[in-house]
Structure formats: structure tokens, C-alpha cells
């Protein structure tokens, strides 16, 4: 796998695990409009079918994305479908190799897409305790025009994205890890306090 190649997979599956629709939809039309010049294997997107129904998908998702707590659930119920989809685009745009690295490919991607997956949906459920809407919609934009940018860069761009994908999941990776420890810390707390409530008076 070159650099090219691994720029494409792992910008569009980071892609997929904010907005799949989106990204499938602009691989689609930029296959089909030859935006670039692709590899033979794009063309799986190339699809009139796949390409509606992904740009259906986006509409839906972008007005449910503004609506606080339908977004939530909106996210979960995505928590397998955009992992799996950064994993098959990943393949995608990986073209004829062997099984093995196929199946790694495919770990590559859903992974990825798993964590940018997990990180937004983790963003929102903290963004949805504020009483104003306004802060959804505008994270939501946000996230929107990410996609679409980190899209168009990957197109255009690709080791870039490579570097643009490599720094993202490092920051994935001190989020989830600053999440965890959080979430420790308030386990033993409550634990601590839990004991200290059940202990007796003799005991105290």
C-alpha cells in the first residue's frame, strides 16, 4: 500500500465515522463526474442507486443531526453502520490485493471510522445538556463541512489527508483516553462514597 492509497483510506474511513452518507455520496459523484482521476476500483461507487440513496441519507441525517437528543439516537443507532461502512470503503479503495490484506484493511478503516464515530457521538451527548439549541446546530454544521472538506482533501490531496487523517486520530486517541480516565475517576468516587454511607457508626 503506498501513500496515496493509505491517505484515501484512511481519510475517507475518518470521514465515514463523522458522516458516511456524505461520504459515500461524494465518492460516488466524483467517480461519476470524474472530479480525479481514479483508480479502476472506485468505480464501486459510481452507482446511480448508491449515489441517491446516499444523498437521500445525508438530507435525513442533516436535519436529524439538529435536533438535540434525535441526534443521539440517531448516533446510535449508526454505531455499527458507520464503522462498517469506513471498513468497506477501505477495501474500496484498496483495489485487488490478498485476503489478509484485505481483512486488515478492513480493520484500518472500521477502526478509524469507530473512533471518529465515537468521539462525535461522545461531543453530542455532552453539547445536548445545554438548554440552547444553538450550540447543536452550529457543532452540527461544523461536522458537516469537516466531512465535506476532509473529503475534498482526500480527492484532491491525499498524502495530505494521510498527515491531516494521522494527526486526527491522535487527537481521537488523547480524547478517548482523557474520557476513560474521567470516567475511572467518577467509578472510584462513587465507590468510595457508596462504602462510606454503608459503613456503622462503630466503624466510622
Same mark, same amino acid.
Given at each position: 500500500?503506498?501513500?496515496?492509497? @493509505?491517505?484515501?483510506? /484512511? =481519510?475517507?474511513?475518518? !470521514? $465515514? #465515522?463523522?458522516? *458516511?452518507?456524505? &461520504?459515500?455520496?461524494?465518492?460516488?459523484?466524483?467517480?461519476?463526474?470524474?472530479?480525479?482521476?481514479?483508480?479502476?476500483?472506485?468505480?464501486?461507487?459510481?452507482?446511480?442507486?448508491?449515489?441517491?440513496?446516499?444523498?437521500?441519507?445525508?438530507?435525513?441525517?442533516?436535519?436529524?443531526?439538529?435536533?438535540?437528543?434525535?441526534?443521539?439516537?440517531?448516533?446510535?443507532?449508526?454505531?455499527?453502520?458507520?464503522?462498517?461502512?469506513?471498513?468497506?470503503?477501505?477495501?474500496?479503495?484498496?483495489?485487488?490485493?490478498?485476503?489478509?490484506?484485505?481483512? @486488515?484493511?478492513?480493520? /484500518? =478503516?472500521?477502526?478509524? !471510522? $469507530? #473512533?471518529?464515530? *465515537?468521539?462525535? &457521538?461522545?461531543?453530542?451527548?455532552?453539547?445536548?445538556?445545554?438548554?440552547?439549541?444553538?450550540?447543536?446546530?452550529?457543532?452540527?454544521?461544523?461536522?458537516?463541512?469537516?466531512?465535506?472538506?476532509?473529503?475534498?482533501?482526500?480527492?484532491?490531496?491525499?498524502?495530505?489527508?494521510?498527515?491531516?487523517?494521522?494527526?486526527?486520530?491522535?487527537?481521537?486517541?488523547?480524547?478517548?483516553?482523557?474520557?476513560?480516565?474521567?470516567?475511572?475517576?467518577?467509578?472510584?468516587?462513587?465507590?468510595?462514597?457508596?462504602?462510606?454511607?454503608?459503613?456503622?457508626?462503630?466503624?466510622?
Amino acid at each position: 500500500m503506498d501513500l496515496v492509497t @493509505l491517505g484515501r483510506t /484512511l =481519510g475517507f474511513s475518518f !470521514a $465515514a #465515522g463523522v458522516n *458516511l452518507y456524505a &461520504t459515500v455520496a461524494i465518492l460516488g459523484l466524483a467517480a461519476r463526474y470524474n472530479w480525479v482521476e481514479f483508480p479502476p476500483q472506485f468505480r464501486v461507487f459510481d452507482n446511480r442507486i448508491v449515489i441517491g440513496v446516499a444523498i437521500v441519507m445525508y438530507v435525513v441525517e442533516f436535519f436529524a443531526d439538529k435536533i438535540p437528543y434525535v441526534d443521539t439516537v440517531w448516533d446510535l443507532v449508526h454505531t455499527a453502520i458507520r464503522p462498517v461502512g469506513g471498513a468497506l470503503i477501505a477495501v474500496a479503495t484498496l483495489g485487488e490485493a490478498s485476503p489478509a490484506v484485505e481483512g @486488515l484493511v478492513a480493520l /484500518l =478503516g472500521g477502526t478509524v !471510522a $469507530a #473512533g471518529s464515530h *465515537l468521539t462525535k &457521538t461522545s461531543t453530542r451527548a455532552v453539547v445536548n445538556t445545554s438548554p440552547e439549541p444553538f450550540s447543536n446546530w452550529f457543532l452540527s454544521i461544523g461536522e458537516d463541512l469537516f466531512v465535506v472538506g476532509l473529503g475534498f482533501l482526500t480527492l484532491r490531496h491525499p498524502v495530505v489527508a494521510l498527515v491531516v487523517a494521522a494527526v486526527l486520530i491522535g487527537l481521537v486517541v488523547v480524547f478517548a483516553t482523557a474520557i476513560i480516565r474521567t470516567v475511572r475517576r467518577w467509578f472510584s468516587r462513587g465507590t468510595l462514597e457508596s462504602r462510606a454511607r454503608n459503613l456503622s457508626p462503630q466503624d466510622r
